[in-house]
């Protein structure tokens, strides 16, 4: 049986391998790093050839010759292996080419964010410097908490014995940090900034207030004695390159060392000690500009960022209880998650430069009751880099709420050690204002419902797998203003690749959580066949109409300038109050006729783009023509999409198209277009034959906030 370290050095290379493979699929190399590679190669054996003639002048024997070409072959492998799988960060400079790539990369990175085996491996990094600490800081009470399941967390908390004075925690500014530190940590990981740039071009993604500006309080040091604080100051910019980087750089770590390299099956692997570092090198070198416990307690090296982070308390008969909401994706830091509200990053708020005095004892203070006004009230004047009378604008807001007697009080500091970041951490108790909790009306910083659901005017299986695997699909979908609450499941649910990606890409707006998802549509019963999947995807347009375009996990959405008031006057939604199943009728179209299924699905594709045409060119006829090729290629399809005796209904009663949503089926929604002074005299009649009629229109402003869970 192999020693520890023998494992641990076989995890290492197993690692680089799967970086490897990642770094050669993920797209094609650069040119320069083709050159490279050529000169290397070139160079490789130019010094073979040479050593080989030396070795014949010599006289040598050929074997000789032979095994010394072999170990300058070995010796070029081994260069050009260091080269590619000793470079995570390369990862972030290729995805940072297109939008696609960053798309996936922030996928792959959310799945690593959850390997329990690599915080385990991180966790056994950081253990022996905790131990130095709790031992320096006797008073404190320094640990690693553990979670309910007994597993320590990737946090070191140093608690005071008594909730105390938030003023009393930061008392000064520490000594001005020199040019080569602010060469270095400006400089710091810049992959990691083009992969945000990058990610950040995606109007979903986009944070309003960047990834760069703004001046923040950095840490200088902590007194183990008394938990006070000295402070310095950086930009946004220089805090996430040397602290939020390593974030990235974990989650990058949990994807590839939780999973096999080919097959993609779990595959975790195990470090000892502090060898996880060998394949995290922005964490390495972090490492190396402060040594020790200086490290956590005193990181001068870098810019490490403090914020706070604050247990919002209310209080009844019945229980206490604490606020947590889910992160949008949309934030810098921690997107997507869980966490306590409110919170954020202590931000000077000041043009001048770096308070001091009265002014920097009181703006941890200051934050705290700003984030719980920002985040919990939606007050966007405190939003921002710089805040005019930032003080005076805090109190105004909280004595127009009559809470001018809530205060923070401090519970002590918490390190991360993912970031490597200081939370001045505190409690906020609500008291006899416990009932103001239902008022909150949370920020852009965290999660929402949304009001938006969409219909297709085009046949709706080329957007569907397994046909869009094979070839890309098209549909049109238009928005409509009927109320949909999206929410994650409480129970392990299947979903498709696209919809991971759809939920990635539309994070930003509609602040989903995570999968799988729960989607339920008050004034339509569920089953009817206006799709989650067409929801999420005309979301992302903001409402209106558009062209969905899909192929295997990749999606987007081309919006159409179309009449949406004349179509208001055309268009009606009708369902015969039975239910359908859109997987089974999807299933049983895929396994029958699997060929005869693709040529059809391929014409569908076709209808899709001619009705863009015609939706642009505001040709009615040209769109009810459309409609109706649509559904005799769903008829085409299979016997179960289309009800023909629902099609001759709709039509007698005056319909000039009539198609169903989605897959279709016995019991889903008709989108029915009838010349405008017909639609009323349509509705009735259908009505009259014991259908309903969906009380909605088409939506051109997208989605609206209803309602804050």
Known sequence: MPSPDASTRFAVQRYRTRLLVIRLTSSRPRVFDLVNLTLAV?????????????????????????????????????????RLTRRPQDVFRVAAATEDRTDELRRIMALGMRSET?????????????????????????????DATGQQCLVLTLAVDSPGDVDGVVVGNGPERDPSWLRRVSEFAPERQMFMATMRRNVYQQNRFGDDAGMNVVLDAIACDSLQLTVATATYGQIVRTSDSLISEFA????????????????PLRFAGTDVLKVMPWRREVHSWDQGTDLLLAPRGRAAGIGVSVALVSRDAARTSAFVARRSSSVGTYPDVLHVIPSGMINVHDDRGQPNGSALAALPRLTMMAEFLEECFDVEELSGHSVGNYALLVNRQIAARGLGELKPRLTGLAIDLLNLRTEICAVLDL????????????????????????????????????????????????????????????????????????ISAIAGRLDLPGLPLLVSTPNLPHGRGLGSSGALSVAIAYGGAGLVRRHTGIGSRRSIEADLADLASRMTLVHSGRVRDSGSIITAVAGERPRRAMTIVREMSAIALS???????????????????????????????????????????????????GAGGPGAVWVVLTDPDQRDPFRDSARDLGLRVVRAQPNSHGMTRAHVP
């Open 611 to 661: 009705t863009l045409s015609v939706l642009a060119a505001s040709d009615v006829a040209g769109l009810a023509s459309c409609m109706n090729e649509s559904a005799q290629l769903l008829s085409a399809l299979h016997p179960l999409i289309v009800d023909d005796a629902m099609r001759r209904t709709l039509h007698s009663l005056g319909a000039v198209a009539a198609k169903p949503c």
């Open 42 to 82: 070139i160079g490789t054996w130019s010094i073979m050839y040479s050593l080989l003639r030396w070795l014949a002048s010599r006289g040598l024997g050929v074997q000789t010759q032979v095994a010394a070409g072999v170990a300058a072959l070995l010796i070029g492998i081994g260069l050009t292996w260091a």
């Open 252 to 267: 990058l770590f949990g994807h590839i060392s939780g999973r096999s390299a080919i097959r993609r099956r779990p595959r």
């Open 118 to 146: 690599a915080y385990e491996c991180l966790t056994a990094v950081y253990r022996p410097i905790v131990h130095r600490i709790a031992e320096q800081c006797a008073g404190a009470r320094a640990e690693l908490p553990t």
């Open 431 to 502: 008291g006899p204002h416990s009932a103001i909790a239902d008022e909150f009306r949370l920020s852009w910083e965290y999660t929402h419902n949304e009001r938006l659901r969409t219909i297709d005017l085009s046949a709706g299986f080329p957007d569907v797998e397994p046909f869009c695997l094979i070839e890309p699909g098209y549909i049109v979908n238009i928005a409509i203003d009927l109320a949909v609450h999206v929410e994650s499941a409480a129970t392990p649910g299947s979903v498709d690749r696209f919809t991971h990606r759809l």
